[in-house]
């Protein structure tokens, strides 16, 4: 069996889910799920004056609370534009029999992570194939 690296190793993954403390910024958008998944924009954070998070629909409305430690909210995710490889090579894995394609993932608020597209041997050669006709097609209008 491989090593494990620090990078491998399940506990980082672990602070990622769902019980992770997702502590808003003003502005921040925030589903609550003490409200039924309700989304809000973080109006007011807890201070002196006030004990909890103030949220209000993104359409306006009824403001709500929230619990001061941020327990019951979460990111809401931004929605992706796009998608578009990156300049870089494309891995094989003989043991898993995958390709691995490195992409960028461009969100609605400009942001952009990148993320790998994990391609099966039949999806490798189907794309093959459309991409051929995608050049044939360049070429033809040139």
């Known amino acids: 069996m491989a ?4 990078k491998q190793t399940p506990y980082q993954f672990a602070k990622l889910g769902e019980d992770s403390p997702f502590h808003p910024r003003l502005g921040d ?10 989304i809000g924009i973080v109006i007011s954070l807890p201070d002196e ?12 409305g009824q403001d709500w609370s929230a619990w001061y430690d941020g327990a019951t909210l979460r990111r809401v995710p ?8 990156m ?3 494309v891995i094989y894995d003989r043991r898993a029999r995958r ?3 490195p992409i960028v993932v461009h969100h609605e608020d400009g942001s952009a992570s990148e993320s790998v597209l994990i391609l099966t041997p039949a ?15 360049r070429k033809n209008t040139t």
Not at 29 to 38: F, K, T, Y
Not at 50 to 60: C, F, I, Q, V
């Open 3 to 6: 090593e494990q690296t620090e």
């Open 29 to 38: 958008l925030a589903s609550d799920l003490a409200q039924g998944g309700r």
């Open 49 to 60: 004056a006030s004990a909890s998070y103030h949220l209000r629909p993104p359409a306006g």
């Open 78 to 85: 931004v929605p992706v534009t796009h998608v578009a490889p």
């Open 87 to 89: 300049a870089r090579d």
């Open 99 to 101: 390709a691995a394609l």
């Open 123 to 137: 999806q490798v050669e189907l794309y093959s194939i459309q991409f051929e006709r995608l050049i044939e097609l």
